[in-house]
């Protein structure tokens, strides 16, 4: 079993729907990550957690440490967003990530 | 703007026959990571340098070196590249050590195939 755990692995919607990513991880962390990754391109860092809530336009991220467990919303969505999104942990007391395997979106117009 | 940038973005090289990747930073951070990822799988870290300290992850094969001759820069080199190499390539940097929860700044990649 993966230390953390991503779902759904794929998803498609029309343009305006809300969307929800859900991450699960298994380990002590200090701090959690949500990263986009475009087709064939390098990887960009939306958001890192370590509690509550954080909002960057129409992407919301929220975490809850005690359940282990975040979700990445995006509202109003747009072909634009169609990338892989990834949640990544980093290792209490390190400076090591560790991956989920990622969440291929496409939205479509 | 402060970047990570990988040369080449994408390159070619036949079965055995030595091959180097480079990432150059101008972030001016301590930590530089490799990473490889292979067809919808995730990243899997090869191995980082805290300055010129060299960490390799314990499944990292022989095959696979790393220099990194100054702070901006890092290389990677493929001494033998099989058929299981070709991968895209993640070079990324944070700013560590002793700066905790730091997002880690990704390149655009290089993508790896073997001929």
């Known amino acids: 079993k993966n230390e953390v755990e991503q779902s759904p692995q794929n998803l498609t919607a029309q343009e305006g729907e809300f969307i929800t990513i859900n991450c699960s991880y298994s380990?002590?962390?200090?701090?959690l990550h949500w990263l986009q990754q475009h087709p064939g391109g390098g990887i960009v860092s939306l958001f890192m957690?370590?509690?509550g809530k954080k909002k960057h336009g129409r992407l919301i991220a929220t975490i809850n440490i005690q359940e282990k467990h975040s979700s990445l919303h995006i509202t109003a969505s747009h072909p634009r967003d169609s990338a892989v999104y990834i949640c990544?942990?980093?290792?209490?007391?390190?400076?090591?990530?560790?991956f989920g395997t990622g969440t291929r979106l496409q939205v479509f117009p | 703007d402060a970047m990570v940038i990988q040369n080449p973005r994408y390159q070619v090289t036949q079965f055995g026959k030595p091959v180097t990747l480079s990432c150059s930073q101008t972030l001016n951070h301590n930590v530089m990571y490799w990473y490889q990822q292979k067809s919808s799988q995730a990243p899997k870290l090869l191995f980082h340098?805290?300055?010129?300290?060299?960490?390799n992850e314990a499944d990292t094969p022989d095959n696979f070196q790393s220099r990194r001759p100054n702070t901006s820069f890092c290389f990677l080199d493929i001494r033998s590249p099989g058929l299981g190499d070709a991968a895209m390539y993640l070079c990324a940097t944070s700013r560590g050590p002793g700066v905790r929860n730091q997002p880690q700044h990704f390149g655009d990649g290089t993508r790896l195939s073997i001929l």
């Open positions: 990544a942990v980093s290792i209490y007391n390190t400076d090591k990530l560790i």
């Open positions: 957690l370590s509690s």
């Open positions: 380990v002590g962390i200090s701090a």
């Open positions: 340098y805290y300055d010129k300290d060299f960490n």
